[in-house]
């Protein structure tokens, strides 16, 4: 007789393969695509306290900070994409 456990299917345990967005990438490209996007994270931060710092021009100001806000959120979005292409 056989095992009641090996007659079942077992695929739905195991992680074969990546999967999400970036899967056709190689791993390491994959892993430079989160180097860019906490690189891109960081400045966006570091440009938003150079203007709060520096920056007392109003309208300039907000040029700044609306730049960086959409490179925070580039660099958001290229960090989901990663996290879905996870189980390489």
Do not use: E
């Amino acid at each position: 007789m056989q095992h009641p456990l090996l007659s079942k299917d077992l695929s739905m345990f195991v992680l074969a393969s990546a999967r999400g967005p970036l899967a056709t990438m190689h791993a390491l490209d994959v892993m430079w695509v989160s180097f860019y996007s906490i690189a891109a994270m960081l400045v966006s931060v570091l440009i938003v306290s150079a203007v709060r710092k520096w920056v007392s021009n109003g309208c300039l100001s907000m040029i700044l900070r609306l730049f960086a806000f959409g490179l925070f959120f580039i660099g958001t979005i290229l960090m989901i994409l990663v996290v879905f292409t996870w189980p390489s």
